[in-house]
């Protein structure tokens, strides 16, 4: 089951795109930044531009970070 930051409530508070929640659900399992990219068929770039937005929004500065947040659910 997905987090619940990952639910329409914490999403919407976050302002979190669709993009931005499959990136989300991708480091939740694990996902390399690489892998990221190849799955979704993007660059690089422009998976660490989402990171940084998503990073930028839940008020967070690192894939650490991020993964405490999600999964605290808030």
């Known amino acids: 089951s997905a987090p619940r930051l990952?639910?329409?409530?914490?999403?919407?508070?976050?302002?979190?795109?669709?993009?931005?929640?499959?990136?989300?659900?991708?480091?939740?399992?694990?996902?390399?930044n690489v892998d990221i990219a190849r799955e979704?068929?993007?660059?690089?770039?422009?998976?660490?531009?989402?990171?940084?937005?998503?990073y930028g929004k839940i008020g967070v500065k690192s894939r650490y970070d991020l993964l405490a947040r999600v999964r605290s659910g808030q």
Request: aromatic fraction near 2%.
């Open 6 to 32: 990952m639910s329409s409530p914490p999403a919407q508070k976050y302002a979190i795109t669709g993009r931005e929640r499959e990136i989300i659900l991708m480091v939740v399992q694990g996902k390399s």
């Open 40 to 54: 979704l068929v993007v660059s690089l770039a422009t998976v660490k531009t989402h990171l940084h937005n998503i």
